[in-house]
């Protein structure tokens, strides 16, 4: 499971590291959060501002996905023998929905952490904010808002304790790290 904050290259690394795994393990499910379901194209909507929300109803939003993704997806594959790879889990909910001002003791309450399937390896696609938002295709000169935002959603993942991964060197680079890492975790 990868996570990062937009721009960290998570979705091309999960796309390669599936692409890996393939010749390796017998089925590898790849998905990401959010999904395309309803709760998905909600927050997308809120998201391209045609949708107005709280951070507490955006918050409903995530929790809703990710019941429908763990119920319909995540838990079936995981019974079939799956190795399944997911861009975001809940450890993004902690970091940005912490980030839009929603209380930890809320966000722990809400998300339940303790009943969802916990992965076997969490890592964190970690690079300097200025780096993520040139990747993530921004105008030279960013809003201070979006900055600060994405510093926040930086501090609360720096919180949960997740590996990290230096996501700032070339994608070939970061892709050989976390190879390696995973296939410790496959060697067991
Ligand atoms: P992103 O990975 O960019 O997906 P897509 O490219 O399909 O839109 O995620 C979209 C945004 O959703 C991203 O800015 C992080 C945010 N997000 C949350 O705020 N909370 C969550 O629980 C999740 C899964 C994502």
Do not use: C, N
């Not at 990868?2 to 690394?13: A, H, R």
């Not at 918050?59 to 019974?79: G, M």
């Amino acid at each position: 499971m990868l996570e990062g904050v937009d721009g960290s290259g998570k979705t091309t690394q999960v796309a390669r590291l599936t692409a890996w795994l393939r010749g390796r393990q017998p089925r590898v499910v790849e998905t990401h959060e959010p999904t395309d379901g309803v709760w998905g194209r909600r927050y997308r909507a809120w998201g391209r501002g045609e949708l107005e929300a709280t951070p507490e109803e955006v918050l409903e939003f995530f929790v809703e996905d990710r019941r429908e993704h763990v119920a319909q997806l995540i838990r079936p594959e995981l019974a079939r023998g799956a190795f399944v790879v997911s861009d975001r889990y809940y450890y993004s909910t902690l970091a940005y929905q912490a980030a839009h001002g929603v209380e930890r003791a809320t966000l722990a309450k809400r998300l339940g952490i303790d009943a969802l399937p916990q992965p076997d390896l969490a890592l964190w696609l970690r690079l300097p904010i200025e780096l993520a938002l040139e990747r993530a295709g921004s105008d030279a000169v960013e809003p201070y808002e979006k900055t600060a935002f994405l510093e926040r959603v930086e501090a609360e993942y720096a919180r949960l304790g997740l590996e990290e991964i230096d996501a700032s060197g070339t994608p070939e680079q970061v892709e050989g790290v976390i190879r390696e890492r995973v296939a410790r975790l496959i060697a067991g």
